[in-house]
């Protein structure tokens, strides 16, 4: 579904992304870690082209990102993205918040759009707040709102760049609920994040990145239950990150 | 020496026929070249932060040119160098009797866009990117995400900055005695000059500007903390 082939990136001097190459199929769940700064919210920024890339290509659906032909809005339309900062329209309501992309950018009814956003807002459990603008809500609830907005366009993957790292602790648990079930329901999924709980639970692939290289691309078994095998870089962030 | 004041001429006929009429057109004049201004400012400011390298460079040098040039010679050069064909095929209402009062409006509408343009491009950075992210993300063309994403925030967090400037257009609006525009300031003018008491009427034009620029900044503090957005 995902095809990431020779991506490299560049700010300027500096890489960002060195010949990175990886595939996620339909129904991946699809864990990135590794040290902050090693080029994985870039890289999963590369996979809708909010960062445009230098060299190499990626294939989502069967659509090329680098094509000039390729129609990168209507691309993006079919890629739910989650971000760290949640990123809702803080001038917007809820509801709006929800309907605004179904109707502007699909072009759907505005009966039809809020149907579906209240479906998903109620399926991330805050049907309540649909009155609400995202400044009333606390972080978790933004968090979660955020989730129903992506997937209110009915999208082929989701993208998450570190959902859970601006939160409180004890608002964590609540948004990667909301991950597991989607992940358990078949949903192809790109995670950027640190939950090694998360990842040992419901994904299937793990991919370690350090200095802008993928240094591991494995399952999830052979990432946690086959440390040996697992380059130096690996071993370290691995054994500090599982101490605790 | 006493200041002999005398204010018994100024009856609710004179005012009637002298300075309602004068006040309208310079409120007139404030809220055109204000919208006008904005609307093209804001489009100055998208070209001054367009990545598109000569729409940047045309947005700079409008700004930099229009705000290094006095006001009164842009209104006198705008006045001399609009040329009367334009007057007849677009003056409508104004008409040819009426070429400073129109000129004047277009000059400030122009003027101020530079300025607008500077608040705007000051609003739109102060919307954080990932809201530009955000918008593309869900399928938004660069439009769309303007429009519906990035410039509502802008204006609001800009609005008292807006304004602001604005009060200051309706004070600057006065200048357009140098092309002899009927304002209200020529209204004052006029029945100083009728009744020859310009002191009480330059006074009296003080006061007036006073109350109306006070009580929009006024109006524009008790804005600001209510349109906030809370984040």
């Known amino acids: ?244 | 020496m006493a200041l002999n004041l005398d204010f018994s001429f100024l009856t609710s006929d004179v005012i009637r026929s002298n300075l309602v009429a004068t006040f309208e057109y310079s409120i007139q004049l404030t809220a055109v070249a204000a919208l006008g201004g904005t609307a093209l400012g804001t489009l100055i400011a998208l070209m001054r932060l367009s990545s598109v390298r000569w729409l940047q460079r045309i947005a700079t040098v409008y700004v930099d040119l229009l705000r290094s040039i006095p006001l009164v010679m842009v209104i006198l050069w705008f006045y001399l160098l609009i040329p009367a064909s334009f007057y007849s095929m677009i003056a409508g209402s104004f008409g040819e009797n009426h070429r400073p009062e129109f000129a004047a409006v277009i000059t400030f509408t122009f003027f101020e866009a530079a300025y607008y343009s500077e608040i705007m491009r000051a609003g739109i950075q102060s919307v954080p990117r990932g809201q530009s992210y955000a918008g593309y993300a869900v399928g938004m063309t660069y439009a769309q995400c303007m429009r519906l994403v990035v410039l509502p925030q802008a204006f609001r967090n800009m609005l008292p900055v807006l304004l602001t400037q604005t009060v200051v257009l309706f004070q600057d609006t006065s200048l357009v005695y140098a092309i002899g525009a009927s304002d209200w300031l020529k209204g004052f003018q006029t029945v100083g000059n009728l009744f020859n008491r310009p002191a009480e009427m330059y006074l009296f034009a003080a006061l007036g500007y006073f109350v109306v620029s006070f009580s929009l900044s006024m109006l524009v503090r008790r804005l600001q903390s209510r349109i906030q957005i809370i984040r």
Request: proline share 4%; hydrophobic share 40%.
């Open chain 1, 1 to 244: 579904m995902i095809e990431i082939k020779n991506v490299s990136k560049w700010y300027g001097n500096f890489q960002v992304l060195t010949d990175c190459t990886t595939r996620i199929n339909k129904g991946d769940v699809v864990v990135v870690c590794g040290p902050s700064g090693s080029g994985k919210s870039t890289l999963i920024k590369t996979v809708n082209a909010l960062e445009p890339i230098q060299q190499g290509d990626i294939v989502v659906d069967g659509v090329s990102i680098s094509d000039k032909k390729t129609n990168l809005p209507k691309l993006r339309s079919r890629v739910g993205m989650v971000f760290q900062h949640f990123e809702l329209f803080p001038h917007l309501s809820i509801t709006d918040n929800l309907t605004l992309a179904q109707i502007k950018v699909l072009g759907r009814g505005k009966d039809e759009a809020i149907k579906r956003g209240m479906k998903m807002l109620d399926r991330v459990g805050l049907s309540a707040q649909k009155d609400k603008f995202p400044g009333q809500l606390s972080g978790g609830q933004q968090q979660r709102v955020a989730i129903a907005r992506a997937l209110s366009m009915d999208p082929i993957v989701m993208l998450f760049d570190e959902p859970t790292s601006a939160l409180d602790p004890e608002m964590v648990g609540e948004v990667l609920d909301v991950m597991v079930g989607l992940a358990q329901e078949g949903m192809t999924m790109m995670c950027v994040t640190h939950e090694m709980g998360f990842a040992k639970r419901v994904s299937n692939k793990v991919i370690f990145m350090d200095a802008g290289k993928i240094v591991e691309d494995c399952s999830k078994d052979d990432f946690f239950g086959n440390p040996d095998a697992r380059s130096p870089r690996a071993k370290e962030f691995l054994s500090k990150i599982l101490q605790h």
